[in-house]
């Protein structure tokens, strides 16, 4: 069974979209090699680089087993004309390879047909991908192609060279005018060039050899060569951050890294706007002293072995120079006026083209963040709606400051810092010109389920209301995310309303906010886009899936456990979220299992009635039930209610399920001694209506049917 290298050899991908890519590529080659059950016995694994995706995979059947399998054909009626085959008999003989005479008659459903039992002779690994590969490549997604060679022919970038092999043989595929061989390509700088691969499981090493390293050995040589730099200044530490990391490793084949330096006076400038210019325009990491302020120092990261000379150093310190002077320059310009002198700049600058400018966005947004304002205060959250106010006011004028037009990356960063050293009204005090600053530097905040919601209550509101109103306002247009599709980034947006409300657990409903929302663009060509009825749709099915994506990838409940929740109520993000949580403690237990077992026969038994009967009681006459179980079961139900709802209005939501779940001896011994289907109309329908009351009282917190009681555990 040989072993399978594909190499995609190309000019240098962004390394932002190396790893979604790696990723497609291998699904798409697994998929191929399951569908022509070419399964390998080993791993599928990968190694990517800036310059090449590569699959390696282990054990890859050199030929398709033979398949034998029955063929279906025309009905034995028309097939046969008294006694004799018919041209249609004839056609399918033909088409099965076979002799007429050896076609078999089988009994199906819809009557007798003929039937051929074929075997199909399997084909060589090497002919199937030669075929299918080519077009598993092209067919890559990128978020941006370009064109090279032809019309028609798009990838990300010039695709320079293609490896295929099965073990020693090459897999003679061709795509974008390349034919696959043997010769791959070492570092662009340190290696001697292309490199012949003997083999498959020879790969890696030979790579190593010239100068190219997998993704896992590049980020420990990052990580070793950044401490040991650091290392170098008494004291210090550099600033751990995770995505710029795998940044650099994806822009990297051989890693080293430089320790450089910049004048102390910079550090005069805000530690974010110094931060942003190193980590997002340079991709430099930051150095700190033990108490995590910032050192006149920087980690860079390069492509290549060595910098002995120095040169490659002093360059990124006259680049990192340069920027800081920018941005000093940028900062003192935009002191000239306060963020309150440029609100009514808001007016030239464009929000959306049918949704007006960002003057418009703010009078919205501080409109539907005074509402959220009062509900939360009414609801016992304490919040301060002053602060507010002013925070939605100001939070966007920094869109009109220099800093911001080069580096965007700081928006509503500077707005807050600025709100703190300007000066904002006479009467401020102190202490709430802070919280403003505070509100408006986190009003982003969440920009992705890893970042952090904002930390007080006021920036978390404001953070809600003006994600609320871009969403409103796309979806008013009808600009839901579709697919893949998503420009606006309004599932960002909406995972950061998700998230906000269930980490500060605010009494929020996301409907009333999203109405809300709509009601602030009453009157604009928005809303004349969507009907009421249809938003409202969009709305709530597009919540459902953030809050789902929620549960299930940053809290890590089962995903049969959300849909019970969600399948309950998707509104109310706070409640959701307990009554997961609450499920989740309970599932294990036998008597939970049990009665998830025993709703999902209720369910089916009451389904079935209805395609059948419409013979159903509107609710339960206790004098007509004669078996003792049921009129058990029956007296049960009113009292096991009481005291569910007692808790469920406490949000006891676990105490609960425990009670539910003390149904289960009477519910077991009701399956056991009651049949429900009976002939007699009034009692199948008595006994159908204590069905429906059980199924209708006891799912306010879970639809219990949705949990997976059989097989596997159920993934998270």
């Known amino acids: 069974m040989p072993d399978l290298l594909l190499e995609i050899g190309c000019e240098e991908i962004p390394a932002r979209m190396i790893d979604a890519a790696s ?121 941006k192609n370009m064109y090279w060679r032809k019309r028609g022919e798009v990838f990300v970038r010039p695709v320079r060279w293609l490896v295929a092999m099965l073990d020693e043989q090459v897999v003679p595929l061709e795509v974008f005018g390349l034919a696959a061989g043997k010769m791959s390509r070492g570092h662009r700088i340190i290696s001697g060039g292309a490199v012949a691969i003997s083999k498959p499981s020879a790969f890696v090493e030979t790579l190593r050899t010239a100068k190219v390293l997998g993704a896992p050995e590049r980020e420990h040589v990052i990580r070793k060569a950044l401490d040991a ?33 910049f004048d102390p006076e910079f550090l005069d400038l805000p530690e974010e706007v110094l931060v942003t210019v190193m980590r997002d325009h340079q991709k430099y990491f930051a150095i700190e002293d033990a108490n995590g302020k910032l050192l006149p120092h920087f980690l860079a990261v390069l492509n290549t072995d060595t910098d002995t000379d120095g040169l490659i150093r002093h360059g990124n310190e006259r680049v990192l120079r340069a920027r800081f002077n920018d941005a000093r320059f940028f900062w003192q310009t935009d002191q000239k006026q306060t963020l309150r002198q440029r609100v009514n700049l808001l007016r030239n600058v464009t929000f959306q083209k049918d949704l007006g400018s960002y003057y418009q966005k703010t009078l919205r947004v501080q409109r539907i963040a005074s509402r959220l304002a009062e509900i939360v205060k009414q609801n016992g959250v304490a919040v301060r709606p002053g602060v507010i106010h002013k925070a939605a006011v100001l939070a966007k004028a920094d869109l009109t400051t220099e800093l911001v037009k080069e580096f965007t990356e700081l928006q509503g960063i500077v707005g807050g810092l600025y709100a703190r050293v300007q000066h904002l ?52 247009l009808g600009l839901v995310p579709s697919g893949s599709k998503d420009p606006f980034a309004l599932r960002r947006q909406a995972n950061g309303i998700v998230k906000t409300i269930a980490e500060h657990k605010f009494p929020l409903r996301v409907s009333e906010i999203m109405s809300d929302a709509r009601l602030r663009y009453k009157g604009s060509e928005a809303e004349k886009k969507f009907s009421n009825t249809a938003y409202a749709e969009a709305v709530r099915s597009f919540f459902r899936e953030r809050l789902e994506f929620y549960l299930k990838d940053a809290r890590g409940y089962a995903y049969d456990v959300v849909s019970a929740v969600l399948a309950v109520d998707s509104d109310d993000v706070v409640d959701a979220t307990a009554r997961a949580e609450a499920l989740s403690k309970v599932r294990g237990s036998e008597d939970f299992k049990s009665i998830s077992v025993a709703f999902k026969r209720m369910k089916n038994i009451l389904r079935q009635a209805a395609e059948k009967t419409n013979v159903i009681a509107i609710r339960v006459d206790s004098s007509g039930l004669k078996e003792d179980s049921e009129k058990e079961l029956a007296a049960l139900i009113p009292q096991t209610v009481a005291r569910v709802e007692k808790l469920r209005a406490a949000h006891d939501y676990e105490a609960a399920l425990l009670e539910i779940g003390k149904l289960r001896p009477a519910i077991d011994k009701f399956f056991d001694k009651v049949m429900v289907m009976v002939d007699d109309d009034d009692l199948r329908a008595n006994r159908l209506a204590l069905l429906q009351s059980i199924v209708k009282e006891f799912s306010t917190i879970a639809d219990f049917s949705e949990i997976v009681t059989e097989g596997k555990e159920s993934p998270k």
């Not at 080993?42 to 995706?53: K, N, Q």
């Not at 099965?96 to 039992?117: C, F, N, S």
């Not at 170098?232 to 051989?254: C, M, Q, Y």
Request: aromatic fraction near 6%; charged fraction near 25%; glycine fraction near 6%.
């Open 425 to 476: 009204d006479d009467d401020l005090k102190p202490d709430v010109q802070l919280a403003i600053s505070r509100t408006i530097y986190d009003h982003y905040k969440p920009e992705s389920m890893e970042d952090s919601a904002p930390a007080t209550v006021e920036g978390a509101i404001l953070s809600i209301a003006d994600k609320a109103d871009s969403i409103a306002g796309m979806f008013a």
């Open 229 to 261: 730099a650091t290392r170098t200044i008494p004291g210090a530490r550099w600033r751990e951050d995770k995505p710029l990391v795998a940044t650099v490793v994806n822009l990297t084949e051989f890693p080293s890294v430089i320790l450089g330096s």
């Open 23 to 143: 990723r497609e590529l291998r699904e798409r080659v697994s998929t191929l090699l399951q569908r022509e059950r070419l399964e390998p016995s080993g791993a599928i694994s990968h190694l990517d680089t800036p310059r090449r995706l590569v699959i390696l995979a282990f054990g890859v059947p050199s030929t398709q087993p033979d398949l034998t399998e029955q063929v279906n054909g025309p009905s034995a009626q028309i097939a046969y004309k008294d006694g004799q085959p018919t041209p249609a008999a004839h056609a399918f003989a033909k088409k099965v390879g076979i002799d007429v005479g050896r076609l078999e008659k089988i009994a199906t459903p819809k009557g007798e047909y003929l039937a051929a039992t074929v075997t199909r002779k399997g084909r060589t690994a090497g002919e199937i991908l030669a075929e299918s590969l080519p077009k598993e490549i092209s067919t890559l997604y990128w978020p």
